[in-house]
């Protein structure tokens, strides 16, 4: 017996669950729900390109905005998480980074 194919809907639904549940795992440092949230997100975002046939309904476009949200919030999460662990390097090492600086020409 075949597997049921995919609907847009419910891909978009299945995106949707697996980006709360990788703000979850984020919140909590739980690696292993990270990176099964991240492979489930993988997959339906596969079966979400793969349905991209016709012009979108206002439902889905609610959901793909939704989406984009959470997953705006889950690379701020990202980046704040980092910003803090550069800082607390910083103050455990007392090195700061040198900023991106072009290469000077040599005369």
Do not use: C, H
Not at 23 to 50: N, P, Q, R, V, W
Request: proline share 3%.
């Amino acid at each position: 017996m075949g597997r049921k194919e995919m609907t847009r809907m419910d891909a978009l639904k299945a995106v949707i669950a697996s980006l709360e549940a990788e703000l979850a795992a984020l919140k909590s440092f739980d690696i292993d729900a990270l990176a099964a949230a991240t492979a489930e997100k993988e997959g339906s975002i596969g079966a979400l390109a793969a349905r991209n046939d016709n012009p979108l309904s206002a439902e889905e476009r609610a959901l793909v905005e939704q989406a984009a949200r959470l997953n705006e919030t889950a690379r701020v999460y990202v980046n704040l998480m980092s910003a803090n662990v550069k800082q607390r390097l910083e103050t455990l090492t007392g090195i700061k980074p040198v900023a991106y600086a072009p290469a000077r020409a040599v005369a």
